[in-house]
C-alpha cells in the first residue's frame, strides 16, 4: 500500500505558491534538469512530495548563493563533483562573508566617524593610501595585486 505521501500531488501553481514562487520558475527549473514532475493524462505537471523536497533544496541551496549548475550537481547522485563544488562554495561564502564584515565595519565607522565626508577621514585615507598610490588596486584584499601577489592590507578600518 502506498503512503499517503505518495498520493499527494499539487499543480505547478499550488507548488509554486506554497514556496512563493511564480509559476515560470518551477518550469524553468523542469527545463534545467533540476525537476521532473509526473504529467497527467492531460499532459499538466502533478508534484509529489519528493518533487516538494528538491524544490526545498533548490530554494535554500540559491538562498545560499549557489548556481542552478551547483545545485543540479548536488541533486545528481552519480555526481562526481560534489565534494568540491561544496569546497568552492564554503570558499566563497567565507570570502563574501569577509566582505559583509568589512562593510559592516566601515558604516559602523562612518556612522560615528567626525568627518562628514568620510573620503576625508583620516582613518578611513590611511585605509586606502596604497590604493591612492598605485600600489594596490580594487578594495578587495587578495585581488588584483600590483606587486606582490600576497600583498593586502585588511579593509578593517580602526
Not at 518550469?27 to 524544490?55: F, I, N, Q
Not at 526545498?56 to 562526481?80: C, T
Not at 590611511?126 to 606582490?148: E, M, Y
Request: charge should be neutral; aromatic fraction near 4%; glycine fraction near 6%.
Amino acid at each position: 500500500m502506498k503512503s499517503s505521501a505518495d498520493q499527494v500531488r499539487w499543480t505547478v501553481g499550488e507548488l509554486a505558491d506554497r514556496f512563493e514562487l511564480p509559476t515560470h520558475v518551477l518550469r524553468h527549473w523542469e527545463t534545467m534538469g533540476l525537476l521532473a514532475p509526473e504529467r497527467d493524462s492531460a499532459g499538466r505537471r502533478r508534484y509529489r512530495e519528493a518533487d516538494a523536497y528538491r524544490v526545498a533544496a533548490i530554494v535554500s541551496s540559491k538562498a545560499a548563493g549557489m548556481s542552478l549548475d551547483q545545485i543540479r550537481s548536488l541533486l545528481d547522485a552519480a555526481a562526481d563533483d560534489r565534494r568540491r563544488i561544496l569546497t568552492e562554495h564554503l570558499t566563497d561564502l567565507a570570502a563574501r562573508m569577509a566582505e559583509m564584515e568589512r562593510s559592516r565595519h566601515l558604516t559602523e565607522h562612518a556612522l560615528e566617524c567626525r568627518a562628514h565626508d568620510v573620503a576625508n577621514c583620516p582613518n578611513f585615507r590611511a585605509h586606502v593610501a596604497d590604493l591612492v598610490a598605485g600600489t594596490r588596486r580594487g578594495l578587495h584584499p587578495g585581488r588584483h595585486p600590483v606587486h606582490d601577489p600576497g600583498q593586502h592590507r585588511a579593509a578593517v578600518l580602526e
